[in-house]
């Protein structure tokens, strides 16, 4: 069992940056891929980034590329996600997961979910 908490969400202005932390429980989180996922009011959940366990690749939504950065401590059984440049599209609850699952960009393929945190962008 995995449990994944959240932190870091805000309001900022468009331009700006925030960085995202999920915190894992557990001695395994090194054996599992870790994604970030967000979700805007009235839309479905979208995947924005992912890291594989060990930090053996990393992968990003179109909308992420050159903006957003995935990482991870597994020392401190946390990973990251530094967003810079934000958007007003930018605007979801923000969740992170942990799976052990092949298609590391699809929701379906992570057992655990945080609980979410909130991002706003104000233009």
């Known amino acids: 069992q995995v449990q994944l908490v959240e932190s870091g969400g805000g309001l900022v202005q468009a331009g700006e940056s925030l960085r995202l932390s999920c915190a894992a429980s557990g001695r395994t989180f090194s054996t599992y891929d870790m994604g970030w996922f967000r979700q805007a009011p009235g839309k479905e959940r979208e995947f924005v980034a992912a890291i594989r366990r060990w930090g053996l690749g990393t992968y990003y939504a179109d909308s992420a590329k050159g903006r957003f950065t995935i990482s991870r401590d597994n020392a401190k059984n946390t990973v990251y996600l530094q967003m810079n440049s934000l958007k007003p599209e930018d605007m979801a609850v923000y969740y992170c997961?942990?799976?052990?699952?092949?298609?590391?960009?699809?929701?379906?393929?992570?057992?655990?979910w945080g609980q979410g945190t909130q991002v706003t962008v104000s233009s």
């Open positions: 997961a942990a799976g052990r699952g092949s298609a590391i960009t699809l929701a379906r393929e992570y057992d655990y």
